[in-house]
């Protein structure tokens, strides 16, 4: 099972980027995903994460600016992200529970990072 995540890039502050990360492999179903980031010198910390219900949580930095959404048909989950701030410079890492087989537990997985650059 593989994550890649993509869309990072260089940008101004006000403007708007879109992550995306693809699941792939031996995968039965996915249960939470989620976004995280690690900005320099500092902890990695959770940003969105969204259930296989449906259910969302955003940090408090980023609520009304950044949007998850997910595509359970294509094993796929996105990061709208608006009105960018460089506070949210930062690698930015797709996180996600899968089970690969009925009877099997779910394991986390991390994809390798994108890297988002918001200058002033």
């Known amino acids: 099972v593989q994550l890649q995540a993509s869309g990072g890039g260089l940008v101004q502050a006000g403007e708007s980027l879109r992550l995306s990360c693809a699941a792939s492999?031996?995968?039965?179903?996915?249960?939470?995903m989620a976004w995280h980031r690690q900005a320099p010198g500092k902890e990695r910390e959770l940003v969105a994460g969204?259930?296989?219900?449906?259910?969302?949580h955003y940090a408090d930095s980023v609520k009304g600016r950044f949007t998850i959404s997910r595509d359970n048909a294509e094993n796929r989950m996105h990061l709208q992200m608006n009105s960018l701030k460089p506070e949210d410079t930062a690698v930015y890492y797709c996180?996600?529970?899968?089970?690969?087989?009925?009877?099997?537990?779910?394991?986390?997985?991390w994809g390798k990072g994108t890297l988002v650059t918001v200058s002033s």
């Open positions: 996180f996600a529970i899968i089970r690969t087989a009925p009877g099997n537990y779910g394991m986390n997985y």
């Open positions: 492999g031996s995968i039965f179903s996915i249960n939470d």
């Open positions: 969204v259930r296989s219900g449906g259910r969302i």
